[in-house]
């Protein structure tokens, strides 16, 4: 039990839109990249793109050119843009609003926390450099599971790996990719939207940003969802 005086025990904090504002980032890779295969890239391929794993972009983008999804040509267009965003890593990651601060307050609660997310070890290890990897316990990447966000296991790994039930933790997103997947896994979701709309559902609260976010309503947000959902059982 944390020092919220509840079963909350675990924070499973998403990257890219939510602690970091590196979405951006990635934009400028994407769109880059469609380029340099062959197009530009449209509005509604690039909301497909975020959130995505890798190989989910990539097939994305692809298709939207209408190239073949050749397995060396995929390598190599993973490996121009990972340089490309290891290259705009390397001129310093934004924050998110009050992302920091937030990070610091599930620490002071005695809580868990464990980063999740699609991005591939080599470039969250960049991202770790800005985060501090003193805010968490452990981190689950998009190529140590065998499938990513949207699949349920990158945040069933990230709960086994703080030795958590999925429901005792409350997962922290920003896109629908995300909460899909914390959610399939069992977690409470947190969003606070960043680049693209999260439709509302159950098991979902929703805050504006990470600013003024206190231990005690880090308690709230988990329990609400779970409060509603006895309240249907009865």
């Not at 934004?94 to 980063?115: D, F, I, M, N, Y």
């Not at 770790?128 to 990447?141: A, K, N, P, Q």
Request: glycine letters at 10%; proline letters at 6%; aromatic letters at 6%.
């Amino acid at each position: 039990m944390s020092e919220l005086g509840n079963d909350l025990a675990g924070v499973l904090w998403d990257m890219d839109g939510t602690l970091l504002d590196s979405e951006k980032m990635w934009d400028v890779a994407v769109r880059e990249l469609s380029l340099h295969l062959g197009g530009p890239m449209t509005e509604e391929t690039r909301l497909k793109t975020i959130g995505a794993s890798s190989a989910n972009a990539l097939g994305v983008i692809f298709d939207a050119l209408g190239l073949a999804q050749d397995p060396r040509a995929l390598a190599e267009a993973k490996e121009w843009m990972f340089t490309r965003v290891e290259g705009l890593f390397a001129d310093g990651i934004p924050w998110r609003p009050g992302a920091l601060e937030a990070l610091r307050t599930v620490r002071e609660h005695g809580l868990s926390a464990a980063l999740v997310t699609n991005t591939e070890r080599r470039l969250t290890e960049r991202a770790l450099e800005t985060l501090g990897r003193e805010h968490f316990d452990h981190s689950v990447c998009g190529d140590e599971v065998p499938f990513g966000k949207p699949h349920p296991d990158p945040y069933l790994r990230g709960a086994e790996l703080l030795g958590l039930d999925p429901a005792q933790c409350l997962a922290i997103e920003d896109s629908p990719t995300g909460a899909a997947s914390a959610q399939a896994a069992g977690c409470v979701v947190l969003v606070i939207p960043c680049e693209v709309v999260v439709p509302e559902a159950p098991g979902r609260v929703f805050r504006d940003s990470l600013e003024g976010l206190t231990g005690i309503e880090l308690g709230e947000l988990w329990s609400r969802p779970r409060a509603q959902s006895s309240a249907l059982r009865l």
